[in-house]
């Protein structure tokens, strides 16, 4: 499969803990968006990355979450002290430089 | 910044039936505007797209629509079958920014057989 792929597909975690996710873009693609999706709602935008330089981030992504695309390829967002509210689906999403985003499958995160 | 809002928030047609959705977009800036299908539990599926410079474009049963001036588009699915039935999201971006998508709340789309 050559599309975007996300791992995990599924997370479930306490409250307080920390937890890592990665997206592997399609290989061309030089930039990777993070987006995140809650019931009956679009996907709402976090961070965007060009190569390895992280270009905007959104408000909603507070000092709680980082994300990283170290070497311009694949993407880790990591969730500090997760709170109940953090429960969502984190999509990753991949472009070229001027391009048409296509999605991964999701990282669907339980706090309980 | 921008917004989209899109409406219906759910639709029911029959199968073989016409599904229009419209969305309405806030910043004129914006000159290009993707479609997206999500499926249940699956990742969102660009199915079709516009830029600003097409007033329509059509691909097979599906097509879409923009009026610029009053800042709507919408999407048109000719002859529905069940497994049209998904969520549509519309979007809106400034194509020559290529940063992030602003996204409508989504249609629910029903076809009934």
């Known amino acids: 499969d050559t599309g975007v792929s996300q791992d995990p597909r599924h997370k479930i975690t306490k409250r307080g803990q920390n937890v890592t996710f990665r997206c592997d873009p399609i290989s061309e693609h030089n930039r990777l968006y993070w987006y995140r999706q809650t019931l009956g709602q679009g996907p709402e935008f976090l961070t965007y990355f060009q190569n390895e330089a992280q270009l905007e981030k959104s408000r909603l992504l507070s000092d709680r979450f980082s994300a990283e695309r170290p070497k311009g390829s694949f993407s880790t967002l990591e969730i500090q002290r997760t709170e109940q509210g953090d429960s969502a689906m984190y999509l990753c999403?991949?472009?070229?430089?001027?391009?048409?985003?296509?999605f991964g499958p999701g990282t669907r995160l339980t706090v309980t | 910044g921008e917004n989209v809002e899109q409406h219906p928030s759910t639709l029911s047609v029959q199968e073989g039936d016409s599904a229009v959705i419209k969305c309405t977009y806030s910043?004129?800036?914006?000159?290009?505007f993707p479609w997206y299908k999500q499926e249940l539990g699956k990742r969102p599926q660009l199915i079709i797209d516009i830029r600003s410079n097409v007033g329509e474009k059509k691909d097979q049963r599906i097509a879409v629509t923009l009026n610029k001036t009053a800042k709507h588009f919408s999407l048109h699915i000719t002859e529905t079958q069940p497994e049209d039935s998904a969520v549509y999201f519309c979007?809106?971006?400034?194509?020559?920014?290529?940063?992030?998508?602003?996204f409508g709340a989504g249609t629910i789309l029903r076809v009934k057989s």
């Open positions: 979007a809106a971006i400034i194509w020559e920014y290529g940063n992030k998508l602003v």
């Open positions: 999403a991949s472009s070229p430089h001027l391009g048409e985003q296509y």
């Open positions: 910043d004129s800036a914006s000159n290009y």
